[in-house]
């Protein structure tokens, strides 16, 4: 069987202005896509209503164009795929959250973080999420209840202290164990929107996503998406997890940390200093 036509994706989050992780995590996508003679996308992740802003995705455009990178499909030029922007799918992923809710693997959860705190027996760092403890799983569930989420969340039940590993075509094998290294995780908000793993699940399966490009704060996410694909009997795309640029304090770039925004660099013209795509005037 002939292997299916390169399709890469990035896939920005309008919450402020990109900074140079993300040009350079983008332009690592541009370049596998190009050099694979694929294609490449662009989706806007605006499902939170609350903290994304127009203005940003327009920022994002700009400034990405600005540093010399180009899509073949997105929310500014269209594409066979379209809509890019989530926000306008929510009909969509109740689809999914439809079928997911069929294979029983997912369930309502009205339970608290604070409630999570509590039946937590061990302390866990503020940097890694709280693992959902099983006790906390609901007992006599009837899914057949729920035609919709409703105002509550929804969690995948993950297969405790199964191994899912993974081979990143940057970092190599990948092995996290369900139960230990993730929890039950969110599916649905109780806010109405779906989750980023599902959404972004959702999106690369019917964009026909071949390779996902991506930071690699994403690693352990990745393994909670494979649940999602095989839950739903979805190819599972390759991934490629970039390194992450440090500021001068060993910390990850963050939207906040203005300094160094793309938009400032390109205004300043430091942006050729750090990075070398933008076109030649
Ligand atoms: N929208 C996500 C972000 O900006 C990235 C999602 C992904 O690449 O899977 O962090």
């Known amino acids: 069987m002939s292997k299916a036509k390169y399709r890469g994706r990035i896939a920005p989050t309008p919450t402020g202005f990109l900074h140079l992780g993300h040009a350079t995590t983008f332009s690592i996508a541009f370049k596998r896509a190009k050099a694979a003679n694929g294609t490449i996308l662009f989706r806007n992740e605006d499902l939170d209503p609350h903290r994304c802003k127009p203005e940003f995705i327009q920022a994002c455009i700009d400034d990405l164009r600005a540093c010399g990178l180009s899509w073949d499909e997105g929310p500014d030029i269209g594409g066979a795929f379209a809509p890019y922007n989530q926000s306008q799918k929510l009909e969509w992923f109740l689809e999914i959250w439809q079928s997911l809710k069929e294979t029983g693997l997912i369930y309502p959860c009205d339970k608290s973080r604070k409630d999570v705190q509590e039946a937590l027996t061990a302390p866990h760092n503020d940097d890694s999420e709280a693992i959902f403890p099983n006790e906390l799983r609901p007992n006599n569930i009837n899914l057949n209840d729920f035609s919709e989420p409703g105002k509550t969340n929804w969690r995948f039940k993950v297969p405790d202290r199964e191994i899912i590993s993974f081979v990143d075509n940057h970092f ?85 940390n203005k300094a160094l925004s793309l938009r400032e660099l390109i205004s300043s013209g430091e942006i050729n200093k750090y990075f070398q795509l933008i076109p030649p005037k």
């Open 172 to 256: 190599g094998k990948q092995c996290y164990t369900a139960g230990i290294d993730f929890g039950d995780f969110l599916i649905w908000r109780k806010d109405g929107f779906p989750s980023y793993e599902l959404a972004v699940v959702a999106d690369d399966h019917a964009m026909q996503i071949t390779e996902v490009v991506r930071g690699k704060d994403l690693l352990l996410s990745t393994a909670r998406q494979i649940l999602i694909y095989r839950a739903l009997g979805w190819d599972i795309p390759e991934f490629y997890h970039c390194d992450l640029i440090l500021d001068e304090n060993g910390e990850r770039l963050a939207k906040r």
